[in-house]
């Protein structure tokens, strides 16, 4: 069948492997449980009788806020095939965001997980919409369940299978169905409209790209409300690929040696922990054990694609597989075919490292407003270039502007934004080329190569351009810096605030004798102040003159979503760091001070 609408997708699935076991599978009591694709086709069916019994109308908005969990997947499937615009959220927003939010789309029902989450969200939904239906996943005492609206569907089945039919029906590719709020790393979030046709034409464009089938497996753990996990999530329905889904993102390593993925999602900073986490671990070994393990890490680091480094380079790299990097392979199930990392650069040593070390791992980018696959690198076809995000996905054009601006156009652009005609037509121009707001070019006229932010880049008083994220990527690569933010603008020299990696600072501190109370008191104490300054210099090292970091300013506090500093998706929310840290920023700017 021909594959036009988002809900096509399951359909298709039941009439070609029915009786595939592991079509959605979530852990509970720590057994594994399945959901097949007859049962996932038959429980999105009975939602969707429950929907239509309980009055709601084509059009109508629903918002969920959910852990990754086979339910949302009913859900979702039970909205997209009655016309219903689905909103999912993240479950980390603050409540001004869950405020603007649920007023702006102003959705008839709100599904949460749990309890947490109903207590954070009723008073907020109740305060915008005091007739708010609001329904749990999880069973809780005096609160509606979603299998109420299962049960009544089950009830209603023979009554309104020909309604659902006709709605089903009046669907087409072009109606919007989902509206995807941006977490935004300044201002309130923007409201993404997305058709099923955006959706679906990235859908095929990764399967152009991504070959997986009825035999392989994917542990999903980044939030399902996230564009790429979702899209992602669709083209694994489609491809038939088991879906299971992580417990928590604290069980990820032990959930990759139960599951032994083929193929996996993932963010730098998962894959950036994963590393640290290895490298740890060879930190602490002993003698001849110790200087293989680096040895080999050091020859990974040279690692490049196409066999560049010779036939002496792989002999050796053999080796250092048989004696190290095998372990690394056992630490992410020995069946990895694939790890695709997004939402953020990924560091070029660790695209370098795992592909040494038999890992495939690609780099994909794109954002919310393009459903959202702009460009990814190819494995199968060797499309890859470190330090790019690869060429562009199979229907989607991309191009720079004279100014720098990456521009993309494909079927995968938005509708626009909800509500606001005004923003769309800045974002969308009269040709339909989306400005994404990423500077950068591209390497032999076809890989994507991103610099940084168009509104993140700023001037120091020389003149001189500044794009942050290229040196607040470099100085990540340090085990001592979990997070560092870089500021200077119309400045005579860049500095930094620097979020340290505490618990890597706390065995540093440990193996050295420093005393501490707390990590208040541990970033003001001179030893850990003079070790971070010969991080700084040594990653000066690696930039440009006008790159360097003058000055810095360590902060006690680790960043987070729920803090306040990183968006849901990890991105710094800069102008938030700015006023949480006005202090430091005037005293590094506004004292004359020698060394630091």
Excluded at 260 to 273: C, T
Excluded at 286 to 295: A, H, L, N, T
Excluded at 500 to 516: A, D, I
Excluded at 559 to 577: M, N, Q, V
Aim: net charge positive; proline share 4%; aromatic share 10%.
């Amino acid at each position: 069948m021909k594959l036009t609408r988002i809900f096509d997708i399951l359909q298709n699935s039941y009439e070609n492997f029915p009786d595939k076991q592991d079509a959605l599978v979530h852990k509970e009591n720590g057994v594994w449980i399945n959901h097949s694709v007859r049962e996932y086709y038959d429980t999105a069916h009975k939602l969707s009788y429950g929907l239509i019994a309980l009055g709601f109308n084509k059009g109508d908005r629903v918002a969920t806020i959910s852990n990754n969990r086979p339910e949302w997947n009913f859900l979702d499937m039970a909205l997209n095939q009655t016309g219903l615009i689905h909103v999912p959220v993240y479950p980390t927003l603050s409540d001004s965001d869950y405020e603007f939010i649920l007023d702006h789309a102003d959705p008839k029902m709100l599904v949460v997980s749990d309890k947490s989450l109903l207590q954070k969200l009723k008073p907020v939904a109740t305060k915008v919409n005091p007739q708010i239906l609001i329904y749990t996943f999880n069973e809780i005492a005096g609160v509606k369940n979603w299998m109420e609206i299962y049960n009544l569907g089950k009830k209603k089945e023979n009554e309104l299978k020909n309604k659902l039919e006709e709605i089903k029906t009046s669907i087409h590719t072009d109606d919007l169905a989902t509206l995807i709020y941006t977490s935004g790393t300044t201002g309130n979030p923007k409201g993404v409209m997305l058709s099923h046709k955006n959706i679906i034409s990235n859908v095929f464009g990764a399967a152009e790209v991504f070959h997986f089938g009825l035999e392989d497996r994917t542990l999903s753990f980044l939030p399902i409300c996230h564009v790429f996990e979702r899209t992602i999530n669709y083209y694994f329905q489609k491809q038939g690929v088991g879906i299971y889904y992580a417990e928590n993102l604290g069980t990820i390593s032990d959930n990759l040696k139960e599951v032994k993925p083929s193929i996996f999602i993932a963010v730098p900073r998962v894959l950036e922990r994963i590393y640290d986490k290895i490298i740890g671990v060879g930190k602490d070994l002993k003698g001849i054990k110790k200087q293989i393990f680096f040895w080999a890490v050091n020859l990974g680091l040279r690692f490049e694609f196409h066999r560049k480094n010779g036939r002496f380079y792989h002999w050796k790299l053999s080796i250092a597989k048989k004696l190290v990097f095998s372990k690394w392979q056992a630490a992410v199930g020995n069946n990895i075919r694939i790890i695709v990392s997004g939402s953020a650069a990924l560091q070029p040593r660790l695209i370098r490292i795992f592909n040494a070390a038999g890992i495939p791992l690609v780099e994909g980018y794109g954002m919310t407003e393009t459903s959202p696959i702009i460009a990814t690198s190819n494995y199968d076809k060797g499309e890859i270039v470190v330090g790019t995000v690869g060429p562009a996905l199979p229907g989607m054009s991309v191009k720079i502007s004279d100014d720098g601006e990456i521009l993309a156009k494909g079927d995968s652009v938005m509708l626009g934004y909800y509500k606001d005609p005004e923003q769309t037509n800045k974002t969308i121009d009269k040709d339909g080329w989306l400005h994404t707001g990423d500077v950068g070019f591209l390497v032999d006229n076809k890989y994507v190569k991103i610099t940084d932010r168009k509104k993140e880049m700023f001037k120091l008083s020389s003149g001189k351009y500044i794009a942050p994220q290229v040196i607040e990527n470099k100085f990540k690569e340090s085990f001592f810096i979990e997070q560092l933010m870089v500021v200077g603008e119309n400045e005579k020299f860049a500095s930094a605030l620097i979020s340290p990696n505490f618990p890597f600072l706390h065995n540093w501190c440990s193996r050295h004798g420093v005393k501490f109370r707390d990590n208040e008191d541990l970033i003001e104490n001179p030893r850990v102040v003079a070790r971070y300054q010969r991080e700084v210099n040594e990653m000066n090292k690696q930039l440009g003159q006008t790159e360097h970091i003058k000055r810095f300013r360590l902060v006690y506090e680790e960043w987070s979503p729920d803090t306040g500093e990183l968006s849901a998706t990890l991105k710094l929310k800069r102008k938030a760091i700015e006023r949480k840290y006005k202090q430091k920023l005037d005293e590094i700017y506004s004292v004359q001070k020698n060394g630091q």
